[in-house]
């Protein structure tokens, strides 16, 4: 008998998921059944927000062949929601009050976009709201957004940004992470008046120094974007439209400013859908705790994956637990990992616990405003102590050493740092090829070089691509989404495959969140073959 796998949740994940799973699906070694609380097939979250200003096409978010499943015998169900798990008779209940039968349960539920506390705006507390019935109100449930309110998260979020950009709408971001400056950026290059609001002093202060930030917010401004720092939002202000609904109208600050505007757009982090596991009695925190080998800590036919999984070491029998640390990572690249590893040790091919990378590279994606960040650069180059156990030492010699270069008039920012001469952090603004390489350097934990200057000259006028011979060694990663290494590249460009497009095709490389495709390039025009 076929070992029966049910996957709840159809997005860039799980759609992984199901691919990896194919040859033993077709072998007949296992039935596999996804459910799906979108109508739509499996797309690319990770580009949603360049869908929303019109900078690519529905196509584009493409990343599977659901058809293609469906031959080798996959059930997928779009469209509908999973209500409950039953897991002493290992079922989950369809919305339509169905059964599902499983003896491996894989959830892939993602996350959702966490919504602020605003007069004006309905917060629910989802510890405490069961799924509902129709898979339209799985974020919402019975307090959807107000008019002229939305999350970037979906495809119909997704519509109504691109319907205010293409108006020639006023749009406010509220919230300068990764993905606000984004689609803030990226509106205002595609022509809407956009403005970021956020109540720090720097945009990505999770992930930038102060020096960083500060270049960054003077070159969004350069590009077009109004900047609103120490402003925290505490309501909204509502006008009547002509159909006589209420509409966002502005972003009341507790200074008193009031922020005028059509759209409002919240981006204020996200948060791992987790009631579904939580009323299964399966144990929870920043999202479904599972170990390294991708299990419940409660259940050892119950798995999680993608945005909603929080990997933490299973507490041994007996032992006191407090707050498990860390989170999901939120990135699309660990996400594919955890599908892959755990894809092939259901199929009986993997043997060691999964290994993921201790850091990831944070990149902001948008055209003449580049940033990549890694490591703790809390540092600055007058600090003159090291911590050590916690505790401050007044120890020069064992102080990492702070490297620190600033051009804020061009929009130009870096900072390494290191220790022993091993990079363990970098900040890098306005200067890719720099980035690109420090990015390396950070990846294999090398050293850098004494004059650390020299990599300034990547971004300088007269550097040509094939002088940065480590750049191109065949065990670089150039896509971190896919964990594609530059011998990967040059073997299927050997085979014919001489476009950006065709790599993706062969390798994956660059059908994530699509920062390294200018990387693909270079390695392009250097192994392509000649004809």
């Given at each position: 008998?076929?070992?029966?796998?049910?996957?709840?949740?159809?997005?860039?994940?799980?759609?992984?998921?199901?691919?990896?799973?194919?040859?033993a699906?077709?072998?007949?070694?296992?039935?596999?059944?996804?459910?799906?609380?979108?109508?739509?097939?499996a797309?690319?979250?990770?580009?949603?927000?360049?869908?929303?200003?019109?900078?690519?096409?529905?196509?584009?978010?493409?990343?599977?062949?659901?058809?293609?499943?469906?031959?080798?015998?996959?059930?997928?169900?779009?469209?509908?929601?999973?209500?409950?798990?039953?897991?002493?008779?290992?079922?989950?209940?369809?919305?339509?009050?169905?059964?599902?039968?499983?003896?491996?349960?894989?959830?892939?539920?993602?996350?959702?976009?966490?919504?602020?506390?605003?007069?004006?705006?309905?917060?629910?507390?989802?510890?405490?709201?069961?799924?509902?019935?129709?898979?339209?109100?799985?974020?919402?449930a019975?307090?959807?957004?107000?008019?002229?309110?939305?999350?970037?998260?979906?495809?119909?979020?997704?519509?109504?940004?691109?319907?205010?950009?293409?108006?020639?709408?006023?749009?406010?971001?509220?919230g300068?992470?990764?993905?606000?400056?984004?689609?803030?950026?990226?509106?205002?290059?595609?022509?809407?008046?956009?403005?970021?609001?956020?109540?720090?002093?720097?945009?990505?202060?999770?992930?930038?120094?102060?020096?960083?930030?500060?270049?960054?917010?003077?070159?969004?401004?350069?590009?077009?974007?109004?900047m609103i720092?120490?402003?925290?939002?505490?309501?909204?202000?509502?006008?009547?439209?002509?159909?006589?609904?209420?509409?966002?109208?502005?972003?009341?600050?507790?200074?008193?400013k009031?922020?005028?505007?059509?759209?409002?757009?919240?981006s204020?982090?996200?948060?791992?859908?987790?009631?579904?596991?939580?009323?299964?009695?399966?144990d929870?925190?920043?999202?479904?705790?599972?170990?390294?080998?991708?299990?419940?800590?409660?259940?050892?036919?119950?798995f999680?994956?993608?945005?909603?999984?929080?990997?933490?070491?299973?507490?041994?029998?007996?032992?006191?637990?407090?707050?498990?640390?860390?989170?999901?990572?939120?990135?699309?690249?660990?996400?594919?990992?955890?599908?892959?590893?755990?894809?092939?040790?259901?199929?009986?091919?993997?043997?060691?616990?999964?290994?993921?990378?201790?850091?990831?590279?944070?990149?902001?994606?948008?055209?003449?405003?580049d940033?990549?960040?890694?490591?703790?650069?809390?540092?600055?180059?007058?600090?003159?102590?090291?911590?050590?156990?916690?505790?401050?030492h007044?120890?020069?010699?064992a102080?990492?050493?702070?490297?620190?270069?600033?051009?804020?008039?061009?929009?130009?920012?870096?900072?390494?740092?290191?220790?022993?001469?091993?990079?363990?952090?970098?900040?890098?603004?306005?200067?890719?090829?720099?980035?690109?390489?420090?990015?390396?350097?950070?990846?294999?934990?090398?050293?850098?070089?004494?004059?650390?200057?020299?990599?300034?000259?990547?971004?300088?006028?007269?550097?040509?691509?094939a002088?940065?011979?480590?750049?191109?060694?065949?065990?670089?990663?150039?896509?971190?989404?896919?964990?594609?290494?530059?011998?990967?590249?040059?073997?299927?460009?050997?085979?014919?495959?001489?476009?950006?497009?065709c790599?993706?095709?062969?390798?994956?490389?660059?059908?994530?969140?699509?920062?390294?495709k200018?990387?693909?390039?270079?390695?392009?025009?250097?192994?392509?073959?000649?004809?």
């Amino acid at each position: 008998m076929p070992e029966r796998v049910v996957l709840v949740g159809y997005g860039p994940v799980g759609a992984r998921f199901v691919e990896e799973l194919l040859p033993a699906v077709r072998a007949g070694a296992i039935e596999l059944t996804v459910v799906g609380a979108e109508s739509s097939e499996a797309y690319n979250r990770v580009l949603v927000a360049e869908y929303a200003v019109g900078h690519t096409d529905r196509e584009s978010l493409e990343i599977t062949d659901p058809q293609e499943a469906r031959d080798a015998g996959v059930r997928i169900l779009t469209g509908t929601s999973v209500t409950a798990i039953n897991r002493t008779r290992q079922t989950v209940t369809l919305g339509a009050g169905d059964q599902l039968p499983y003896d491996r349960l894989v959830l892939a539920t993602g996350a959702r976009a966490n919504i602020p506390t605003l007069d004006g705006v309905t917060r629910l507390r989802r510890d405490r709201t069961r799924p509902g019935v129709d898979p339209e109100t799985l974020d919402s449930a019975d307090a959807p957004l107000p008019g002229g309110v939305t999350a970037l998260r979906d495809l119909a979020d997704a519509e109504t940004v691109l319907a205010a950009v293409r108006g020639g709408q006023r749009i406010v971001v509220l919230g300068a992470g990764v993905l606000g400056m984004e689609i803030a950026l990226a509106a205002a290059r595609a022509g809407a008046e956009t403005c970021v609001v956020y109540h720090g002093e720097t945009p990505m202060a999770r992930s930038l120094d102060r020096g960083a930030g500060a270049t960054l917010a003077r070159s969004a401004r350069r590009a077009g974007v109004a900047m609103i720092d120490h402003s925290r939002a505490e309501g909204i202000l509502f006008r009547t439209a002509e159909d006589g609904t209420r509409r966002f109208d502005a972003l009341l600050c507790a200074d008193g400013k009031q922020i005028g505007g059509d759209l409002l757009l919240l981006s204020c982090g996200v948060g791992a859908r987790t009631e579904l596991a939580a009323l299964a009695g399966l144990d929870v925190s920043a999202g479904i705790l599972v170990d390294d080998t991708l299990q419940s800590w409660a259940d050892p036919r119950v798995f999680a994956i993608g945005d909603c999984a929080h990997v933490v070491s299973r507490p041994q029998e007996g032992a006191a637990v407090g707050t498990p640390s860390g989170a999901p990572s939120g990135l699309i690249g660990p996400g594919w990992r955890q599908a892959d590893w755990l894809a092939a040790r259901l199929s009986g091919e993997a043997a060691a616990p999964l290994a993921e990378r201790a850091a990831s590279v944070v990149m902001l994606k948008a055209e003449g405003v580049d940033v990549a960040a890694a490591g703790d650069v809390r540092r600055e180059p007058w600090d003159t102590y090291t911590e050590l156990g916690g505790r401050a030492h007044a120890d020069g010699c064992a102080t990492p050493s702070v490297a620190q270069w600033a051009d804020p008039e061009h929009g130009r920012y870096v900072k390494m740092v290191t220790l022993a001469g091993i990079l363990t952090g970098f900040v890098c603004v306005g200067m890719p090829r720099t980035a690109a390489e420090l990015t390396l350097l950070f990846e294999r934990g090398g050293e850098l070089p004494a004059d650390r200057s020299v990599l300034l000259r990547f971004d300088g006028p007269d550097y040509v691509p094939a002088s940065g011979a480590d750049a191109f060694a065949l065990d670089a990663t150039v896509c971190w989404c896919n964990g594609v290494s530059v011998g990967a590249i040059a073997g299927a460009a050997e085979e014919g495959n001489t476009t950006v497009a065709c790599i993706g095709s062969a390798t994956r490389a660059g059908t994530g969140c699509g920062g390294c495709k200018g990387r693909i390039g270079e390695v392009l025009e250097r192994f392509a073959p000649v004809e």
